[in-house]
């Protein structure tokens, strides 16, 4: 990424590309030839908060994982096991390598990159094999139930919850390389079939070229856009739930999937493909989120909608505090003239980050803020844009405006929203940057309705807050007219894996003490998994445990820990004596 020039010392930032099969390869973030870092008036904030100086950043903190990979790790698996697999997939899509199996076994939680950064290996599967078609993983999984063979699945790699981590060895799917394809377009009823693993991009593109691809007659969108968007896939979205950027116009992938197809021990499950029915409880929602422990997702009907980039409205607005911020929120929500898609508003503590991270700082608009009582670390700033067709789009926009005045919102017209579009999908790239230097940046979210939104969001920055000079930024990003998503980001001088575990455990209490949703969209994976029964309660949570049992008898699929499921009693949380199980319930 090309800043302005540092007209002063400039740390030591690592720009050139992490070699292909080293360490760094696989636990930095994304693309290997692009890097980001901070600009120069950030560095010397970041500097300033931790009390470090131009030495700090003249050297690592640490190994940065140029060297390569070699585990000689052995794989457990016998060779008729392997040879079974290559009569599946063909000899060239299985491999008990090194490297290929260490790229598999973490996803891209701070306790994952702080132990591969530390050649810390605790998990790693015995082999990886790329499936091609949806007979193939039906194959796999018939013949790992038949021989005990633990199995787990690798999509995009961008799980912040252990989701995809191998802890108990055995096989996982690589679903990159081949799992890959659309399987069929149908503009009549608006929807598309992939496999699930294509990404992202390839979804994005495929729908918006959808006229050359298909003999469509328009280009269309799914509308979803996870910041991880770039790395991470369709199969990952739906089995953990996900919701993307934009999902307060076109929804969380909860509502853009149409149907799913699972491999499973039991056999293929195939839910329906109607848009609504009456047909007892939802089996489409009660496999979406199973994360892997029912079985194999292969196949995926998204809704599509069209896309009409030319609509798009863009604003900003910055409120003179978060309480105001959050009435003018919810009045946005609530007015019933329709909902923006991007839909964000910045706490105080994040809105003074985030306008130096947008350029603010270096605009008019800085000093002008100030003259007119829009105090730092007061102001709240809030940005978006609307989507749909033109009138709809425009109607948005112009209700949005009205209520933000009426608030005493002023407007910073699209510019930063403009700035905030350009960083959107790699802003996490920064993460790798300063990690080199010993500073953390890492994310949780959970769900609250408006009545408990300013306890939820005091209490658990308060906890995040107990780490001496920790910056603390939060906002929410995906509302609806009942609540919204509350995202914590923590960004702390840490470098040790454990450390970093107790600290982020301590923000998983707040989360479940204050009474909000574990997760809103990252999933559970199991990093979350102790926290997942305290949560919904001892009876509720026996539904998914019976369903596992159900779908998977011999727990084999995406086994030790994920959504709490085979998590030791005395290792879970319970911050609430009413849902903590008792002796006569078991």
Known sequence: MANKPYQGFEPKWVKEPAPKDSWRSIFRWGDPDFVKYPKESLYKLIKSTFHMTDEDFSHYDGDIGMEKVVLNAPCHLEEKHLEALRRIVGDDYVTTEDYPRLAVAYGKTGFDTLRLRQHTVDSLPDAVVYPDTTKQVEEIVAYCCANKIPLYVYGGGSSVTMGVEPTKGGISLDMRKRFNKVLDF????????????????DLEKNLNEAVKRFGAARAYTCGHFPQSFEYSSVGGWT????????????????????????ATPIGTVQTSHYPRQATGPDLNQIMMGSEGTFGVLTEVTLKVHRYMPENRKRFSYIFKDWPTAMAAAREMMQCEAGFASVFRLSDPEETNLMLRLYNVDETPLWNLLNHRGYKDMERCLFLGYTDGEKGYSENVARNIARIARSFGGMSLTSFVTKSWEKGRFNDPYLRDTLLDFGIMTDTLECTVNWSNMEKVHREVRKVCHALPDTIVTTHMSHCYPQGANLYFIFITRMDNAQEFRRYHSSILDAIQ??????????GIGKMFGPWLEGSLGHTEYGVIRTLRDYFDPDHLMNPGGTLGLDTPESEKHYTREDIRPNDSSE
Do not use: F
Not at 249 to 258: E, S
């Open 239 to 262: 089995v953990t739930r996900g919701a993307g950027q934009n999902s307060t116009y076109y929804g969380c992938i909860t509502d853009i999937v149409l149907s799913q197809k699972y």
């Open 513 to 522: 003490k204050s009474g909000a949703a574990m997760s809103h969209h990252h």
């Open 186 to 201: 149908n503009e009549v009823d608006q929807t598309i079939t992939v496999q699930a693993g294509m990404s992202g991009p």
